[in-house]
């Protein structure tokens, strides 16, 4: 059948409009990344399970990384979902994959890395350490290697040895691990599983804190960002809001992040490091259920207690010093009188005498302080008094300082002990580097403490933080 010329006509309309219809529809406009995640009303980040990115605190996730992404997802007002993965590797997998929406996990910024993904300016600036254990035989650089080194596989860190075998030790050998990162891998040496392996150095000093016997023999590289990374795509309108964010945000908060998370790290105080980590296993079994009681009690976390009765006795129930202060939590007489403690050597009378006298040191602060840094104040007074904190907050105001930051506050606690500085405030002297010692050591073991009870926390709840500050305030604290 013979179609007619007006047969012809409609059949060409009808292709034509359905053609039209079809550019239409590929032409129209997708919606951009940004837009999607606020559509979505969640942002997915891929990660990795490591004290410098995001691990679990008492409180939910907490880590460097994962503080600095919270902030940005509430910027945007969605929710943070984190995708964990076994090394950075996977990670830019997962962002080059379109599979996240952005990849933060402790990546080193290389050239290699840089064609697959966008990455951010730098939220971290690290070195590569080649790491050992202190019983074997420290090596002098990469060729007087004599063992089993193991890296992750794809990390940044198989890419600088291969660098080194084109160019200075042609006969450098490693094995690349597929699943597992450089956390896994710090404590395999610790362990002696291997013999050396490489790290980035904010890694190798948190690891450090709780297993001492990991030593840095030398660095590998020079100073290398660490990055987040996005998709390589056309659209950068999520990329130029965490570009802003990253650059708009504050001064103040960044070195009060880094403070929180790193800030310990650069002390020194590592020599009782491997006595702490064996009387956690021998000695605080004896106590354990005191702290825990004695936090619920008054809303604490037991770990902290638990941390200050170490730094003061050693969880030596018997400790006198020579002030007279005795008792696991080193009470004064007048103090352990005007906590109602009969006995201070009890260990279950003087922990529970230290859970509520640092409950009323906390409801005493000023509201303007906000955590961590309530808890570090708080420290500082347990140790030279109240009094003594107020002069060392003023004197940080006096020269400009954030008296509600104890990064701040911590060089006026300094200066109690000169007379140029102490002559200007109420109470006069005080031993306020024994105080920034004190709440350096507290973090120190609270730090080692929360890495190996992991989930084992007992959060007070709502009863008990309300309870605890009606039994403190029935009672204030000494002046």
Not at 53 to 79: H, I, N, S
Request: with cysteine.
């Amino acid at each position: 059948m013979t179609a007619t010329p007006r047969q012809v006509w409609a059949l060409r309309s009808v292709l034509v409009a359905a053609v039209a219809l079809a550019v239409l529809a590929t032409c129209s406009p997708q919606p951009g990344t940004l837009e999607r995640v606020l559509g979505n009303g969640v942002l997915r980040v891929a990660t990795t399970n490591s004290p410098t990115t995001c691990y679990d605190g008492p409180a939910g996730p907490t880590g460097y990384e994962c503080d600095l992404l919270r902030g940005f997802a509430e910027q945007l007002g969605v929710k943070l979902e984190l995708v964990y993965l076994a090394n950075s590797a996977q990670v830019l997998d997962h962002v080059a994959g379109g599979r996240v929406d952005i990849g933060a996990a402790g990546i080193n910024v290389t050239a290699t890395r840089s064609e697959q993904v966008r990455f951010t300016k730098p939220v971290q600036m690290v070195r590569q350490q080649l790491v050992y254990r202190s019983d074997q035989k420290k090596p002098r650089d990469p060729g007087d290697l004599d063992g089993k080194l193991a890296v992750p596989q794809g990390s940044s860190m198989a890419e600088r040895l291969l660098q080194l075998r084109g160019s200075r030790y042609p006969t450098l050998q490693w094995l690349e691990v597929p699943d597992a990162g450089g956390n896994d891998l710090l404590a395999r040496v610790a362990d002696g599983e291997l013999t050396y392996t490489i790290a980035n150095s904010d890694l190798v000093a948190l690891n450090r804190r709780h297993a001492p016997k990991l030593k840095v023999a030398f660095d590998l590289s020079g100073n290398e960002d660490i990055a987040w990374a996005l998709p390589s795509a056309r659209d950068t309108s999520l990329y130029d809001r965490v570009q802003n964010y990253l650059t708009t945000l504050p001064d103040a908060e960044l070195a009060s992040l880094r403070d929180r998370h790193f800030g310990v790290v650069e002390s020194d105080e590592y020599l009782g490091v491997v006595r702490f980590v064996t009387d956690v296993k021998q000695l605080l079994p004896k106590y354990q259920r005191h702290f825990e009681d004695a936090a619920e009690r008054y809303g604490l976390d037991w770990r902290t207690l638990a941390a200050v009765g170490y730094q003061e006795s050693k969880w030596n129930p018997d400790a006198v010093s020579f002030t007279g202060v005795r008792g696991i939590m080193m009470l004064t007489l007048d103090t352990a009188a005007h906590l109602k403690v009969k006995d201070r050597e009890d260990p279950a009378q003087s922990i529970e005498g230290g859970a509520r006298y640092l409950q009323q040191l906390l409801r005493q602060l000023p509201a303007s302080i906000a955590e961590p840094d309530r808890t570090w104040m708080a420290l500082a007074a347990y140790n030279q008094g109240l009094g003594h904190l107020h002069d060392a907050r003023k004197l940080a105001q006096k020269v400009g300082k954030n008296p509600n930051r104890w990064e701040d506050v911590l060089e006026g606690m300094r200066r109690l002990s000169q007379e140029q500085w102490y002559s200007q405030t109420k109470h006069g002297y005080a031993r306020g580097g024994e105080a920034v010692r004190f709440v350096t050591n507290v973090r120190s073991y609270y730090d080692v403490l929360l890495w190996m009870t992991g989930g084992a926390a007992i959060a007070p709840s709502t009863e008990a933080q309300a309870a605890a500050i009606k039994s403190a305030a029935e009672s204030p604290a000494d002046p």
